[in-house]
């Protein structure tokens, strides 16, 4: 597609419950990013996907948090158990092989847990 | 490991004066780095980058950067703002090694009529 895209833009979800956000990334792009965005606050980095290689995990708070990507096409990120402090914007970015070439970032998941 | 640091959280300036949003980072490794900006209700989009080569970096929107590794700054100018530029802005630091973008907190530029 012509950009980043992500779904839902929206989701209200009770506490325990589990949520999945999608995104997919412009077509070629082999590296793809997710970000949380707390209120007040920078961006905070949880998953990196390059191509058919092992994700870099580093970034992900707690093991309620996970992510997958088949190929270089649609990445899924699933929070089990969804707890208030879940409550973020979460962000997806693609990127031709690497960062160093600026990500293109979707417009994000707005999550708010009640 | 790489840091950012942007000191001013919320600039407000009128419009048609200059602005200067400041950025510093840390970085053990040859750094790499942005700025990008959120207008209201939108996504982040790349305003400029610095790789390599000239340390003064155009962007767009009459936006510049100047990279100056002496004192680890990256601040981002300029000239003369306009109400559409009121947007969050985000200096950001990668590196040689790195595959992946620190990102700074965030400078709110308010651009008053």
């Known amino acids: 597609g012509a950009g980043v895209s992500q779904s839902p833009s929206n989701k209200v979800t009770e506490k325990g419950k589990d949520v999945e956000l999608r995104c997919d990334p412009i077509?070629?792009?082999?590296?793809l990013y997710w970000y949380r965005q707390r209120l007040g606050q920078g961006l905070e980095f949880l998953i990196y996907?390059?191509?058919?290689?092992?994700?870099?995990k580093s970034g992900l708070p707690s093991d309620r948090f996970s992510a997958e990507r088949t190929g270089e096409s649609v990445s899924t990120l699933t929070i089990q158990r969804t707890q208030q402090e879940d409550s973020a914007v979460y962000l997806c970015a693609s990127s031709p092989e690497t960062a160093n070439y600026g990500y293109t970032f979707g417009s994000g998941t707005r999550l708010t847990v009640v | 490991a790489q840091s950012v640091t942007q000191l001013d959280s919320q600039v407000p300036v009128f419009e048609e004066a200059p602005v200067e949003l400041r950025c510093n980072y840390s970085s053990s490794v040859s750094v790499y780095l942005f700025w990008y900006v959120q207008y209201p209700n939108q996504g982040l989009q790349l305003l400029l980058k610095y790789l390599s080569g000239s340390t003064l970096v155009k962007g767009i929107n009459g936006f510049e950067a100047e990279f100056n590794k002496s004192q680890t700054s990256f601040h981002l100018r300029k000239p003369s703002v306009h109400i559409s530029d009121t947007a969050e802005y985000f200096c950001a630091v990668s590196g040689q090694g790195y595959q992946k973008v620190t990102f700074g907190i965030g400078t709110k530029l308010q651009v008053i009529p």
């Open positions: 077509s070629g792009h082999t590296a």
């Open positions: 996907f390059q191509g058919n290689s092992a994700p870099d």
